[in-house]
């Protein structure tokens, strides 16, 4: 936006693209769609803006600016007629897809700026002062933004290889995003590590000494008036950003474009990478609320689920027999990705557990039985399915009390096996089992 738009006496607005939920009092928030007056632009990366009686920052990116009179926004004038044109001689869409080219790259090239303020600003500050931080401190507080501010600068470069600073309707930046589409993945440790960097910056900010020190860095780094939990946010709703804007981009990039097929597969690769940052944001989630259930179970033995579970598949009551036994046995079963655990219960205390053993999934069998006689153990069985080993020296038979029962525990065993796939095609277990030796690591200290 041109600041000489409002110093001129017009009234200007912006529409918000994307909901901005606010992180200081400062700040102004909005939802997608929410028409902002803008008072103050001379900022590239956060304007002053009203809606009825709030002002406050927010941020540019998040934003398109609307024409000073709306008959002037539409493709067309008064009476409904399609001039077909928006701009200096383009056709609507085409106009509107260099909009929204030059949003992208107007963004990237203030986000960068961005992540330089944070990594020059405060990192290098706090490393100085060693009186003040150690270095777990800052790199709970800061994650790895250096590692994004390194990738983010060699993505930008990309972009503005193939962005047509004349024509910027034509360029093709699909096939940027295709070729760093698994590089977007280092997000998922700063999106994780979020939640402890705000714990730790909200522990320090009670002391005085951290509220002016990290107040002279920002003056130092003649930062915007933003707290330091709001730049850290940026991060996490950039990379939730990046589908939003390439489903925009997609819109108006016409079928025969020579970038619509690379932004059609970049926004559903980005999309893969917003939904598995969740998917994994979750699994490091259950991690902590395996490690408290274990931690319950009465006469644990051998190794800790954590050691190659990461999910709770399912669990149940169910009625168990093994061989060599002859008399079935109830216990509470625990399905998790490659193993499942059984319990007994306490006769007069239901909610204690005691530890009885665990099947090794991945080399377990499941057949669903008919009613009837079963000839390994040579007894009758209703709502039956067993559970053996190729080798056969493991088999269990396990009958639930009805027969919806029994197809719930078929449904969960099959999510096993499709869970544990989907876990190495994308890699997640490497990913899980590396945090969790690090947490191992961090208790042991």
């Known amino acids: 936006m041109n600041p000489q738009l409002i110093s001129d006496g017009s009234v200007v607005y912006a529409e918000g693209l994307w909901d901005h939920v606010t992180m200081d009092i400062q700040e102004l928030g909005f939802k997608a769609g929410d028409a902002i007056e803008v008072i103050d632009a001379t900022n590239k990366e956060w304007w002053w803006g009203r809606i009825m009686d709030s002002e406050g920052w927010f941020p540019a990116s998040f934003v398109r600016q609307l024409s000073t009179h ?31 080219i030059n949003e992208i790259m107007t963004t990237e090239r203030d986000y960068i700026t961005h992540l330089k303020d944070i990594c020059e600003g405060y990192i290098k500050q706090c490393r100085k002062r060693t009186d003040m931080f150690t270095e777990e401190q800052i790199r709970t507080i800061y994650g790895n933004i250096e590692e994004i501010y390194r990738f983010q600068k060699k993505f930008l470069k990309g972009l503005e290889k193939e962005f047509n600073k004349g024509q910027p309707h034509l360029s093709e930046i699909g096939c940027c995003f295709l070729e760093h589409q698994t590089d977007f993945q280092i997000y998922s440790e700063y999106c994780n590590n979020h939640p402890n960097a705000c714990v730790q910056l909200s522990k320090l900010m009670k002391v005085n000494k951290y509220v002016y020190f990290f107040e002279a860095c920002r003056l130092l780094q003649k930062m915007i008036d933003i707290s330091l939990d709001g730049f850290l946010l940026t991060p996490v709703q950039k990379i939730c950003k990046y589908p939003l804007q390439l489903a925009e981009l997609l819109k108006y990039t016409n079928p025969q474009h020579r970038d619509y097929k690379d932004v059609e597969a970049a926004l559903k690769a980005m ?17 902590d609320k395996i490690a408290q259930w274990q931690s319950s179970i009465e006469d644990w033995e051998g190794e800790d689920v954590l050691v190659r579970s990461s999910e709770l598949i399912f669990s149940g009551e169910i009625s168990k027999l093994s061989q060599p036994q002859t008399k ?118």
Request: net charge positive.
């Open 328 to 445: 079935s046995q109830q216990r509470m079963f625990f399905l998790f990705d490659h193993q499942m655990v059984y319990c007994k219960k306490d006769l007069l205390r239901r909610d204690i557990l005691y530890y009885k053993g665990r099947m090794n999934m991945d080399i377990m069998e499941v057949t669903d039985l008919e009613d009837g006689k079963e000839k390994d153990f040579n007894v009758t069985v209703k709502n039956a399915l067993k559970l053996w080993t190729r080798s056969g020296n493991e088999v269990h038979l396990l009958c639930t009390k009805k027969p919806e029962q029994k197809q719930r525990w078929l449904r969960a065993f099959a999510d096993e096996r499709k869970q544990v796939h989907n876990d190495r095609e994308t890699g997640l277990i490497v990913y899980v089992n590396a945090y969790v030796l690090k947490k191992q690591e961090r208790t042991s200290k």
């Open 70 to 100: 709306l008959e002037e926004s539409q493709c067309g004038d008064e009476d409904g007629t399609d001039l077909g044109l928006l701009g200096p001689g383009l056709p609507c869409k085409e106009q509107m897809r260099a909009n929204v």
């Open 271 to 287: 999309k893969n990478v917003a939904r598995m940052i969740n998917e994994r944001k979750r699994r490091l989630e259950n991690i």
